[in-house]
């Protein structure tokens, strides 16, 4: 049976939606993906099961390595709604794989690491992620699609001439009313990527051989 899998970052997890909020906190996400974000409205719409992997704060290394990590099945259909490129993680020998960095987080080695930070080598990285990403994903037998959350922050393209990404589109979260944080998209943006990821599967992606 089909299962719809997605992987992202908040704007896929649906922080600050009224069922995702932290002790009433609505800066901190909740344990568990909203029910109003895109992932499970567009399960509904095509009633299956939903694996929701995003991750709030998920860089595209992140969301690369949960891809290379999960154990896919057959007939899966995969969304990756790649994150924004300014972001990136380290890996630890500690139980958890992998610390998240981030220009909004005030630890030692975030703040080292912004020293560094160039969103050009960024976006760079991010369409190499997403090469390794088509490539792994087309070798299986599951539909997939890749559609970033911000489109505009990839508008730089790869300065590798080999480089060509099958079903990318860059339509972008839509955002068309604001989530409990007024920073995050709210319930009806929501529904309308929802709507627009549905009808490029429809078109393009859920009827190929």
């Known amino acids: 049976m089909a299962r719809l899998i997605t992987f992202g970052c908040s704007f896929t997890y649906g922080q600050s939606m009224p069922d995702c909020v932290e002790k009433g906190n609505v800066y901190n996400p909740g344990p568990k993906p909203s029910k109003?974000?895109?992932?499970?409205?567009?399960?509904?719409?095509?009633?299956?099961?939903?694996?929701?992997?995003?991750?709030?704060?998920?860089?595209?290394?992140?969301?690369?390595?949960?891809?290379?990590?999960?154990?896919?099945?057959?007939h899966d259909i995969v969304i990756i709604m790649w994150s924004l490129p300014n972001r990136d993680v380290y890996f630890t020998r500690l139980m958890q794989p992998y610390r998240q960095l981030g220009v909004w987080m005030a630890n030692k080695i975030s703040k080292k690491w912004m020293l560094t930070?160039?969103?050009?080598?960024?976006?760079?990285?991010?369409?190499?992620?997403?090469?390794?990403?088509?490539?792994?994903?087309?070798?299986?037998?599951?539909?997939?699609?890749?559609?970033?959350?911000?489109?505009?922050?990839?508008?730089?393209?790869?300065?590798?001439?080999?480089?060509?990404?099958?079903n990318l589109y860059l339509d972008g979260q839509a955002c068309c009313d604001f989530a409990l944080d007024n920073s995050h998209p709210g319930i009806e943006s929501h529904k309308q990527t929802a709507n627009n990821i549905f009808n490029i599967l429809d078109k393009h992606i859920l009827n190929e051989s």
């Not at 290394?61 to 154990?71: G, R, S, T, V």
């Not at 080598?121 to 992620?129: C, E, L, N, V």
């Open 36 to 74: 109003f974000a895109w992932p499970n409205v567009l399960s509904e719409i095509l009633n299956i099961k939903c694996v929701n992997q995003s991750n709030c704060g998920a860089s595209n290394l992140e969301i690369l390595y949960k891809i290379l990590d999960f154990k896919f099945k057959k």
């Open 117 to 166: 930070l160039d969103e050009y080598d960024y976006i760079q990285r991010s369409w190499i992620y997403m090469h390794h990403a088509d490539l792994y994903l087309k070798n299986l037998d599951v539909k997939y699609m890749h559609y970033p959350a911000n489109a505009d922050k990839l508008t730089v393209k790869s300065s590798l001439k080999n480089i060509s990404i099958n």
